[in-house]
């Protein structure tokens, strides 16, 4: 979907933010911006929001975001924030994710915001990443019952997303970023891929720790999240350690994206089994 379809004047564009009960196939069914407007922070908290802050479950998880704010924010992304308190990682992400390159911010003739694509054409009413990490929730979500009920999931449930949603990935070999828009990562380093982003071929465009940029897609390999121990009990899944900085979220000022070609992984880099 372009610019038309999300900034139309239908019933999309016109869904409120208590809407947020609309099924995952029909998010991928449209590709718009399902819900224009994060929730307002001065309005009344759920019921289920104002059950998570009474709790301590919430301090155990070790997020970075004000807990209403992320509270609202989940449930904004669709998430039901009781029973999906293992996939509040990706609320809290989502909320200190820059805006990918290409992306600006302006103001209608109105006053109310919406974002730009320069490259693209594109318009949205909601930030850039909103609709990633409504993609990287579903795909998590089902990620998480296959591991703990997965008498629960349909396959409907698991064709609802289409090959290039976003996805958690892990980096083979590190990269030293030499241009504008690329970004640098270590082995190890757990990022997170914007799929449909515009990138150049050969490039990902990634997230990780609070920045965006380009990443060799031969660098990086698809990664399962774990959440069940070895007892298959359920656990908060781990992540590494994130820079304590404030929400949300400034447009990623990196100017034009990386021209070059995308350099070859070492020699020593073992076959097979990356994405490509």
């Known amino acids: 979907a372009g610019a038309a379809a999300r900034a139309g004047a239908g019933p999309a564009a016109e869904a409120s933010p208590s809407d947020v009960g609309i099924s995952f196939a029909q998010v991928m069914e449209h590709f718009t911006a399902l819900k224009a407007h994060p929730p307002p922070a001065d309005g009344p908290p759920s019921e289920a929001v104002r059950k998570m802050l009474s709790s301590a ?163 990086v390999e698809e990664m399962v999240t774990k959440y069940v121990d070895r007892a298959g009990a359920p656990i908060a899944p781990t992540l590494q350690p994130k820079p304590q900085r404030g929400v949300r979220r400034p447009s990623a000022d990196r100017g034009p994206q990386s021209p070059r070609n995308p350099p070859a992984p070492p020699a020593e880099a073992p076959a097979g089994g990356k994405r490509a």
């Open 57 to 219: 479950l919430l301090d155990s998880l070790d997020l970075r975001a004000e807990a209403d704010v992320l509270l609202r924010y989940a449930e904004y992304l669709g998430m039901d924030v009781g029973s999906d308190w293992q996939l509040l990682w990706i609320a809290d992400e989502g909320l200190h994710t820059p805006a990918p390159p290409g992306w600006e911010q302006q103001l209608d003739p109105t006053g109310e915001a919406f974002f730009s694509n320069v490259v693209t054409a594109d318009v949205s009413l909601q930030h850039p990443c909103d609709f990633h990490y409504q993609q990287l929730y579903y795909r998590e979500r089902v990620n998480l019952l296959e591991q703990v009920a997965p008498h629960t999931l349909t396959e409907e449930d698991r064709q609802a997303l289409p090959d290039f949603c976003t996805f958690r990935a892990t980096v083979l070999y590190p990269f030293q970023a030499e241009e504008i828009g690329e970004m640098s990562v270590h082995a190890g380093d757990v990022v997170t891929v914007l799929a449909g982003e515009v990138a150049p071929e050969g490039w990902f465009m990634a997230a990780f720790e609070d920045e965006v940029g380009l990443v060799p897609q031969a660098y």
